[in-house]
């Protein structure tokens, strides 16, 4: 059963350029998160989709955009990158809006802005 | 939003228990009390969560303060694997919020 899928692993970018990272959640999983983690920081929450709607977000600008598809996969937008942006993207699914339902995490999607 | 705190980092020598605190002293009724480790270069990962009682798994302990306001997740027998971030999280549930708030955790060395 394959877990989180994330593409791609590393990315480099110039600033000012737009960004699209990809998601696949775990099977069975309705509900997407994302998270940035700066070096040495814990992950910090970007939004989170369901049901193909963003249903809340994290405190990010709006360069930040997403969209979930029916088959509950995932996309982050970034627009106009700024050198602040360079990161490890995670993404996390899990199965429902439940407290008690585990995040399962991807390994993340590795972007650096130039 | 909920708070948790953890030390900065910790240290165990191999094969012996570690205990790794969590304080979240605002925390409410609802909340459950999850944690994630961190292994280098990769995702969190579900170690284990619970809401009032001491929850056991395969990977580790879950001990819950009996006022809540504190946690600690407890390795039996640290091996060299288990050298990770550990991250204390609140899940806050209500209704149309969904979230997740993770401080800086604290990163275990484990000593051969």
């Known amino acids: 059963d394959a877990g989180v899928t994330q593409s791609p692993t590393h990315l480099i970018k110039t600033r000012g350029q737009q960004v699209t990272l990809r998601c696949s959640p775990k099977?069975?999983?309705?509900?997407v998160s994302w998270y940035q983690q700066a070096l040495g920081q814990g992950p910090q929450f970007i939004f989170q989709?369901?049901?193909?709607?963003?249903?809340q977000r994290g405190n990010f600008p709006d360069r930040f955009s997403g969209h979930q598809f029916p088959n509950y996969s995932s996309e982050l937008n970034v627009n106009a990158l700024l050198l602040g942006d360079s990161a490890l993207y995670l993404c996390?699914?899990?199965?429902?809006?439940?407290?008690?339902?585990?995040?399962?995490f991807g390994n993340g999607t590795r972007l650096t802005v130039t | 939003d909920a708070k948790t705190t953890q030390p900065n980092s910790m240290e165990s020598n191999e094969e012996e228990p570690v205990h790794l605190p969590c304080n979240h002293s605002t925390i409410s009724g609802t909340d459950y009390i999850h944690w994630y480790r961190q292994l280098p270069s990769q995702g969190p990962e579900y170690v284990i969560h619970?809401?009032?009682s001491n929850v056991n798994n395969r990977m580790a302990s879950l001990a819950i303060a009996e006022d809540r306001k504190s946690s600690t997740l407890i390795l039996h027998r640290a091996t060299l694997r288990d050298a990770a971030v550990y991250y204390c999280i609140l899940r806050v549930l209500k209704t149309s919020y969904d979230k997740v708030i993770f401080g800086p955790g604290t990163s275990l060395s484990v000593i051969p």
């Open positions: 619970g809401l009032t």
């Open positions: 996390a699914s899990s199965l429902d809006r439940a407290a008690n339902s585990p995040l399962h």
């Open positions: 989709y369901y049901e193909e709607e963003e249903r």
């Open positions: 099977s069975g999983h309705d509900t």
